[in-house]
Every structure is written in structure tokens, then in C-alpha cells.
């Protein structure tokens, strides 16, 4: 199985660093509506994802017959506030999660200071949890999350 | 726009949107997991550090799956580089260099702060582009639709502040 994830994250890494999700330039353009790329490139997997997810959910098992379990992501005043942050981040670096580790693979020298980054800002969300919870109402650690 | 690797012309917006929801839709029909990328981070996060937080099953039982595919992210891009010119290491990064136009330690300093936004928002959030922006929206989820718009306004905002209005000049 592990070797079909890696696989799956080498589809998924090669499409965004060809399509231009992973350039810096291509992200800037989209901010700036100078570019249609990127707002293309949402719109075609949104529309074609939907009726796709939609047939799996109604047959309700993956293909090798197991219950299929999609977890919801909950809504709290982080989702807001962190969407926001997280945007900030976006046009800094002009990476999202996915591409920082596509231009590192790219070799990109300065994806590694965005990768850094993150892992100290997820490190210190982690590290700020229990005080962060009462501020922005997060759901407690032990609780698993709800599956529709 | 030509990419800044090797200067190619990128694949077109049908083809890239279409590949990206085959490879969400084939993750969840064939392995059962929910695309996500930011969560990766986490688990990241939790091979050294021990708080309850990154402790919890969500986030143990989620390393056999995200930690390869993390590994398959850097993967693609260097076979990306690879069949397209071939890897070398490079600094290039096209319009920031006459827009923020810092050296090689001040790229980095911004890089690193940016980064910091990225995993403290994601975190926050509960998700990014990939969790929220295309998984999130495909499934008509609400939480998705507000952080995607949120995420949508802050990157629009601080790249009109840097690249129109020229915020970062004082950098340099």
C-alpha cells in the first residue's frame, strides 16, 4: 500500500507542477486576476470531483468493498480566521501545502525556508491547542471526528 | 504565463483540473482516504514533538497513508524536473525577484514567515487548498466553503499589497 500512496502523491505532485499550481508566477497572476490558470484549474476538478464523489457516496464502499468513510472537518471560528492566515501564507511564498513539497522535489532552494515554516506554524498550533481551543471554540483532542 | 521551471507552458486548465479530481476521486475509491495535505504536516509534526495534540489517534492512524504521499509531492516535482531539462538546484522564482527582490537569506526569512502562516492557518482551519478547496467544495461541505473563501480573500488581499502596492519594498 505504501508504495500506491507514493504513487499517487507523484500523479498528484507532477500535475501541479505542470499545470502551474506550484509556480510562483502563475499564483501571483491569479491573485492579481491577471491570470485564468489556477481559477480554471479549481473550477474543472470541483465540477468534475462532485458528481464523482457524489456516485462513491451512494454506492457507499470503495472498490475493494470496504464501508467507505469520508471524516468531516468541523466548523469553528478557525475555519474562518485560519482560511485567512493561511491565504496570507499563500501569496507570501506563493505555495499552498502541496506545492511547497512539489518545488522542493522541483529543487527549488528556498521551498525548504517554506517547508520550515509550516512545520514550525503546525508545530505551534499543536503545541497552542489548549489554549487556542477556548479562543476559536476547537473541538477537543480526544473526540473523534463525525463520518457522514 | 510560462512556469518557472525550465520555462514551459503549462498543461492546459481542463487537463490540470480534470487529472487533479481523477487522482481525488481514485484516493477515495480505491484506498478509502480523504484528500488532504495540510494534515501532513501533522503528522510531521508528531515524529518529534509529544503533546497530546499530535498524540491523538486521528493524527496516528493517518502517518501510514500521508507520510508517503507527502513523499510522492516531492516525488512528482523532481520527475517533473526531471523529464523536462533535467534537476538542478535554483533560486529562480520570476516576478518576485523584481517585486520583493531580496538576496539568498532574505528569501529564505520570507519564505520561513510565509511558511509559519501556511501551517498555523491550515492547522487552524482544519485544511487547505486540497482538504477544503476541492475535497471540502466537491462534497457541498460548509466549513470548506467559508475557509475557501476566507483563504481566496487573504491571498488576494496581500498580493495586491505586495505586488501593486509595493509593501515589501522597504525590504530591500
Known amino acids: ?148 | 504565463m510560462r512556469l518557472i521551471l525550465h520555462d514551459l507552458t503549462p498543461l492546459h486548465w481542463a487537463a490540470g483540473g480534470a487529472a487533479i479530481a481523477a487522482i481525488t476521486l481514485a484516493l477515495l475509491f480505491v484506498t478509502n482516504r480523504r484528500l488532504g495535505i495540510s494534515g501532513g504536516f501533522e503528522d510531521l509534526c508528531s515524529l518529534a514533538l509529544p503533546n497530546a495534540y499530535f498524540r491523538r489517534g486521528a493524527v496516528r492512524s493517518a502517518r501510514p497513508w500521508r507520510l508517503p504521499f507527502l513523499a510522492g509531492l516531492v516525488l512528482g516535482g523532481f520527475l517533473s524536473a526531471v523529464l523536462s531539462g533535467g534537476w538542478t538546484p535554483t533560486w529562480s522564482l520570476g516576478a518576485f525577484a523584481t517585486v520583493v527582490g531580496l538576496g539568498h537569506a532574505g528569501t529564505l526569512a520570507w519564505m520561513f514567515v510565509g511558511g509559519l502562516f501556511i501551517g498555523f492557518g491550515t492547522r487552524l482551519a482544519n485544511g487547505c487548498t486540497s482538504g477544503h478547496g476541492i475535497f471540502g467544495l466537491s462534497n457541498f461541505e460548509w466549513p470548506s466553503l467559508v475557509s475557501t473563501a476566507c483563504f481566496m480573500a487573504g491571498g488576494i488581499l496581500t498580493t495586491q499589497a505586495i505586488h501593486r502596492l509595493g509593501v515589501a519594498s522597504w525590504l530591500s
Open chain 1, 1 to 148: 500500500m505504501t508504495a500506491l500512496y507514493v504513487a499517487f502523491g507523484a500523479a498528484f505532485g507532477f500535475v501541479l507542477s505542470r499545470s502551474g499550481a506550484a509556480d510562483y508566477g502563475l499564483v501571483q497572476g491569479m491573485f492579481l486576476f491577471e491570470e485564468f490558470q489556477l481559477y480554471g484549474i479549481m473550477a474543472t476538478a470541483v465540477l468534475l470531483t462532485a458528481p464523482g464523489l457524489w456516485w462513491i457516496r451512494r454506492r457507499g464502499h470503495t472498490a475493494l468493498g470496504e464501508p467507505l468513510k469520508v471524516e468531516l472537518k468541523p466548523m469553528t471560528r478557525g475555519t474562518a480566521v485560519g482560511g485567512l492566515l493561511f491565504g496570507v501564507g499563500w501569496s507570501i511564498t506563493g505555495m499552498c501545502p502541496g506545492p511547497i513539497l512539489v518545488n522542493i522535489g522541483e529543487g527549488k532552494v528556498y521551498a525548504l525556508a517554506a517547508l520550515a515554516g509550516a512545520l514550525v506554524g503546525a508545530g505551534l498550533f499543536g503545541s497552542l491547542y489548549p489554549r487556542l481551543q477556548g479562543i476559536f471554540r476547537l473541538p477537543p483532542v480526544a473526540t473523534p471526528r463525525p463520518s457522514r
